[in-house]
Structure formats: structure tokens, C-alpha cells
């Protein structure tokens, strides 16, 4: 059993920063892609960032290229999402995902198929 947990959430103004973290316990994760969801109130569950076993195959939503980057630490079993130049419009509970399959199937399938979800950290931007 994996447990995920997130952390790094909060409120901050349009134009800061936060930085999500990510903390993997029950089994290493080292093959599993991971990634950063979000859901925003009245909205589906989409993908903000995907990252593979190894960091070579990296995925980000058009609407957050530029501003985050998504890391992993296999000594740590984590992943993190930095998140710069914030706007109203990335408020949502974000949420940690961890996958078996490659990026493009993660990807071209149903965000709620991903195999592992934290319970997700609210961010909150204001304008």
C-alpha cells in the first residue's frame, strides 16, 4: 500500500511562489512516474505536471509551462512542484499522483485511472 502525502500549500498573492512537496511512504516509488494534478472548484481533476521514473520524460499542462517545475528525490521518495509567478487563476486543491504507466498513457487517459492519490493541499491565490 502507497500512501501519498502533499504539503506546501496556502494562500499567497498573484505573482508569488510556493513550492509543493510530496512524501511517498508504504513502497519505493522508483518506476512510477509521478505527477501534480489540480482541480479547481466547479472544475474536472487535470493534469499540471508529470515526471517519469528517471526525469527524462517531463509533462506540463500548457497553462503552467514557464512558471512550474517539477522535481523527484528517490532518496527522499518524493516529488515537488515549484510554482512561480502565480495567477487567481491556479487556485485548486492540488493533488499528488504516482502511476506505474509511461507518461503518454497517463496522459491520454482518465485522470481519476492514475494508481495513487494523496488527499491534495488547497492553494489559494489572490489578486
Known amino acids: 500500500q502507497v500512501q501519498l502525502v502533499e504539503s506546501g500549500g496556502g494562500l499567497v498573492q498573484a505573482g508569488g511562489s510556493l513550492r509543493l512537496s510530496c512524501a511517498a511512504s508504504?513502497?519505493?516509488?522508483?518506476?512510477?512516474?509521478m505527477g501534480w494534478f489540480r482541480q479547481a472548484p466547479g472544475k474536472e481533476r487535470e493534469i499540471v505536471a508529470l515526471?517519469?521514473?528517471?526525469?527524462?520524460?517531463?509533462y506540463y499542462a500548457d497553462s503552467v509551462k514557464g512558471r512550474f517545475t517539477i522535481s523527484r528525490d528517490h532518496a527522499e521518495n518524493s516529488v515537488y512542484l515549484q510554482m512561480n509567478s502565480l495567477t487567481p487563476e491556479d487556485t485548486a486543491v492540488y493533488y499528488c499522483?504516482?502511476?506505474?504507466?509511461?507518461?503518454?498513457?497517463?496522459?491520454?487517459?482518465?485522470?481519476?485511472?492514475?494508481?495513487?492519490w494523496g488527499k491534495g493541499t488547497l492553494v489559494t491565490v489572490s489578486s
Open positions: 515526471i517519469n521514473w528517471d526525469a527524462a520524460d517531463i
Open positions: 499522483g504516482a502511476d506505474r504507466r509511461p507518461l503518454l498513457y497517463i496522459r491520454a487517459g482518465v485522470v481519476d485511472e492514475v494508481d495513487y
Open positions: 508504504g513502497r519505493p516509488l522508483n518506476r512510477y512516474a
